[in-house]
C-alpha cells in the first residue's frame, strides 16, 4: 500500500506507510506554512539547544559536509555554515525549500547552504557527509515517525566515522496529579446526556428511534475524551513519583525495527502521599554528545520534562488514567509499557501501559490497562 | 491527475479531482463520525425541512424506488421508507453505512432501506429510481462540490420522469456591516508586529537575519485573515442592502459544467445611511417543488438566510471588504462576482467580487476587487 522509498527498507509491517499525496496532505503541508515554522522557531528552549550545540562544537564542522534533513526555513543548515561547514546540504519536502532558499542567500551562506526539495528518501547528494543534522523529535519522540527519514539518511548518506546531531535521545514516563482526568470524564458525561436528549427529541419529533447508536456515540467519544493523549505544558509539582526512563536511543545505531514498537517495564516510586494518579505524562530529552571517536566538546542537551520556567512547544503528552488510582508515599506503580504505530497511519502512535500498583505494605493490586492513542 | 469515476466524465479543467485517498483523508473521513453526523442531525431547520417535505408529499414516494445519496446516518432514507417507498438505495461512502444499516434494522425498514457503501459514482444499483433525494449541500452551496455526484447519479439512475429532493437551489449575496473586518485587520497587524520582534530578536539571539521572509509571511497572513472566507450566523439587522440573486439551479436539468465557475452582475441597493460594506454574505436556500410533470403537493424551502432566531449549521459566508466601503441610503453597489474551483483541489472555492460603488448622486467610483477563498 505504501510506496518503497528509494534505497530504504520499506515500513509497511503491521502500519500503514499511506500514499505520499495522503501523507501529504495529512503530515508535511503543515510545515508548508511560515506560521508553524516560526512556532518552532520562536521556541528559544529549542533553538537555544541547537544554536549552542553547533556554534560550541565548531570542530565538528570546519570544512565538513554536513546533511539538514527536514531542512524547514533553513535556519539549523546556515547555523552550520556560520559554524564553519565547507558544505550543507539542506533537504525538505515541502515548498518551504524556496524560503531555505532565500534566507541562505540573505545570509550570505548560499555559496555553501545547498537547499533541495524533495524527500530525505528520494534525493541524490553528490558525497557522503560527515554530520547530520536534524530536528526530527515530535510529540513524546516518535509522534510524526521522521525519525525513520533520519535513519534512512544516516545508512545512506553518513560517512562512517560521521556525526549526528543529536547524538541520543531518551523517553521518559512519570505520574502525574492532574484535574483533567475528572474534567474530561465529566465532558464525556455531558455529551452523552446531550445525545440521550438528541435521540428522545428525533423519536418524538422525526419518529427515528436513534438509541441503536448510543454504543457507537459512546465508543467514539470515550476515544475523543479519554483515551487520545493531551497536549499539557505541566508545572514540575503535578509529578508525584519518579520519572522512569523507557528508551535510550543511540542515533548512530537505531534501526527503524528497533523503534517501531517501543515496550518497557518500568518501575515509579510514589513521593506524593493521599494522593491520585490521575495520568502518566511522557515527554523526551535529546543530547548533542557527538560520537565515540569524534565527541563533542561542549555537550548539550534539549528536555521537553515539565519546566516551571513555561516548557517548550512539545509540551508533554499526558495519557489519562480513568478512574485515577489512589496512591500513597511509598507505594510503587509497576508499568508494562507498550507503544506502536498506528495500524492506519504510521506517523501516529498507540499506547498501552499496564499499571500495577504495588503499595508500601507490599501487596499487589489488580492490574490496570489503560489505551490511548496520539493523534 | 485525478481518477475518473465510472460511470461519469471526470472534471479534471482548471481545477484538480485529488487522489481517492487525499480525497479520503480531506473531505470524506469526517462523515465517519458520529459526532459530526449527530450536527446535522441537530439542525432542526434543515430536518425540519427534509422532514415535511417527504412526510407531506408521500405521493412521489409511495411505492416507489428512491435513492438517497450520501445517506450518513441513514435518516433520508428511513423517512422515505416511512412515507411508502417500495426500495430505497442508500448510498454512502464511509464507515457510516453500517450504522445506517442498523438504524435501518432498529427502525423496522431494513426490508425497504438498503445501505450500499461505496461512492455513488461506483456503485451498481439493480434499477432506476423514481426519486433522488440528497442532502449535498455545503456552505454557500457548492463548497464541497458533492452536487457533482448527484448529477452523476441523476443522470445514471434517475428514470426521465423522476423527481429529485430539493428540486431547485438558490444562492445569495448581500452587503453587510460587522466588526469583523476591522478585528481581522487588526489581528493582522498584531501578527506582523510580532513578526518584527520575532525577526529582531531572531537575529541578535542567533545571527540569522530573516527579514527575507517578511513578504511572504505577510502575504500569509493576510490570505488567513483577510482572504478566507468566514462563517457567522449573522443577525438580519447586519444586512445593509437588498440581496442579490447570484444563482438559480434546477436540480433536474443542472451540470458539472454550468456549476464550476459561477458568474453573476448583479445590483444591491443599499438602505442603511452612513454605514459601511464591511463584507459580503453568501448562502443558499433550496426547495422541494417535485417537478412539471409530478409537483409537490406541498412546497417546502429550506433557507440559510441571516435569522434572527438563529440559523442553521451552515450559517452564512462572509467574505470581507478590506478597507470597508463607506455607503449611504440610496447608493447601489453593482458587483461583478466569479466563483470557480480552487485550482488544487475542486471541493474548495475561490471567489473574485469586483464592487463598483454607484452614489446616489450617480456617480461611479473606481472598482474594488475582492478576493477570498472558502476553505
Not at 570544512?63 to 543548515?77: N, R
Not at 508533554?316 to 492506519?344: C, H, T, W, Y
Request: some cysteine; proline content about 3%; aromatic content about 8%.
Amino acid at each position: 500500500m505504501g510506496t518503497k522509498e528509494n534505497g530504504c527498507a520499506g515500513s509497511t509491517q503491521a502500519s500503514t506507510q499511506v500514499d505520499k499525496g495522503v501523507d501529504f496532505a495529512n503530515y508535511f503541508c503543515t510545515y508548508g506554512y511560515l506560521y508553524h515554522q516560526k512556532e518552532m522557531l520562536s521556541d528559544r528552549v529549542r533553538m537555544d539547544a541547537y544554536f549552542h550545540a553547533v556554534s560550541r562544537n565548531k570542530h565538528h564542522f570546519r570544512g565538513k559536509a554536513v546533511l539538514d534533513v527536514g531542512t524547514g526555513s533553513g535556519i539549523l543548515a546556515i547555523w552550520c555554515a556560520q559554524a564553519g561547514a565547507r558544505k550543507v546540504y539542506a533537504v525538505e519536502a515541502t515548498k518551504m525549500a524556496d524560503h531555505a532558499r532565500d534566507l541562505a542567500r540573505e545570509n550570505g551562506v548560499e555559496d555553501i547552504v545547498e537547499v533541495i526539495e524533495g524527500s530525505v528518501e528520494d534525493v541524490t547528494l553528490p558525497e557522503k557527509v560527515d554530520v547530520i543534522i536534524s530536528e526530527w523529535m515530535g510529540y513524546f519522540l516518535l509522534r510524526e515517525s521522521m525519525f525513520d527519514s533520519v535513519i534512512c539518511a544516516r545508512d545512506r548518506w553518513l560517512k562512517p566515522d560521521g556525526v549526528m546531531y543529536p547524538s541520543h535521545a531518551r523517553m521518559w514516563l512519570a505520574p502525574i496529579r492532574s484535574g483533567i482526568t475528572d474534567q474530561k470524564m465529566e465532558d464525556l458525561n455531558c455529551a452523552m446526556n446531550d445525545w440521550h436528549s438528541f435521540v428522545d427529541e428525533t423519536e418524538v419529533h422525526y419518529g427515528v428511534n436513534m438509541s441503536v447508536l448510543t454504543k457507537a456515540y459512546r465508543e467514539e467519544h470515550e476515544k475523543y475524551y479519554l483515551k487520545t493523549s493531551l497536549w499539557c505544558n505541566l508545572d514540575p509539582n503535578q509529578i508525584i513519583g519518579t520519572p522512569a526512563l523507557i528508551k535510550d536511543i543511540d542515533c548512530l545505531q537505531a534501526t527503524v525495527d528497533e523503534i517501531r514498537t517501543i515496550t518497557a517495564q518500568l518501575m515509579l516510586p510514589i513521593h506524593a502521599d493521599r494522593s491520585r494518579i490521575s495520568a502518566y505524562a511522557g515527554w523526551f530529552d535529546v543530547q548533542f554528545k557527538g560520537c565515540g571517536q569524534n565527541p563533542a566538546k561542549d555537550e548539550v542537551e534539549l528536555t521537553t520534562a515539565p519546566d516551571a520556567d513555561g516548557g517548550t512547544h512539545w509540551g508533554q503528552q499526558v495519557f489519562l488514567v480513568n478512574p485515577p488510582i489512589r496512591v500513597n508515599e511509598g507505594d510503587k506503580v509497576l508499568v508494562s509499557f507498550k507503544m506502536s504505530r498506528a495500524k492506519q497511519y504510521h506517523r501516529l502512535m498507540d499506547i498501552e501501559l499496564i499499571s500495577e500498583l504495588e503499595l508500601s505494605s507490599g501487596k499487589r493490586l489488580p492490574p490496570i490497562t489503560t489505551r490511548v492513542s496520539i493523534e
